[in-house]
């Protein structure tokens, strides 16, 4: 099992950063990749991040699961970028586990793959969805192959439920005390 979080300039910084440490944490392979011509990738906040490898230069179908953190990159960047829709279109067609976070559900929900799923997403991100059920009180949720996060501030539930969608809620509950210093 191996996994894929794409990144944009202008990502939300603890989105992604958290969900790759949380990721790594549970022993998960996880493949940080660039959308554009550079390893180096920007965050919303100005922080510079080396990518693995461009989304180019893999072979998607070496991946289990696909991540998408939000920020402004999702509207200015991966909603642009034709490779990024078809990445998104080849796990969902494959029916492989897709989460997003934020901005990011509005790229699945908007090439309508929401169709009898639930989800959230980051207020005012849910107009252009035009199927699914949005859930704009909570904070998670995961339906079929989808994992949602409504907002950065839910980043770390977020992460736990791929953890647990991919290890089991024993491994889950393991990650969980080991990052709160419990274990």
């Known amino acids: 099992m191996k996994g894929l979080i794409i990144l944009g300039n202008y990502f939300e910084d603890t989105e992604a ?40 230069d893999i072979n998607i179908d070496n991946y289990s699961f696909l991540v998408i953190p939000g920020g402004k990159a999702v509207y200015e960047v991966l909603g642009k970028e034709k490779s990024v829709l078809k990445t998104i279109d080849k796990f969902v067609n494959e029916n492989k586990l897709i989460a997003a976070i934020c901005a990011a559900p509005s790229l699945i929900g908007e090439r309508c793959h929401f169709k009898n799923h639930e989800f959230t997403c980051f207020p005012t991100c849910e107009k252009g969805i035009k199927e699914g059920k949005y859930l704009p009180k909570k904070s998670v949720i995961r339906s079929g192959n989808f994992i949602t996060g409504k907002a950065m501030g839910y980043t770390s ?27």
């Open 17 to 56: 950063i958290t969900t790759i440490n949380i990721l790594r944490r549970a022993k998960i392979s996880l493949d940080v990749v660039a959308v554009g011509d550079n390893l180096l990738v920007k965050t919303q906040t100005g922080l510079q991040v080396k990518a693995d490898y461009l989304l180019n």
């Open 157 to 183: 539930e977020f992460a736990y439920e791929i953890v647990e969608y991919l290890l089991g809620k024993k491994e889950r509950q393991i990650v969980e005390k080991k990052c709160k210093g419990e274990l």
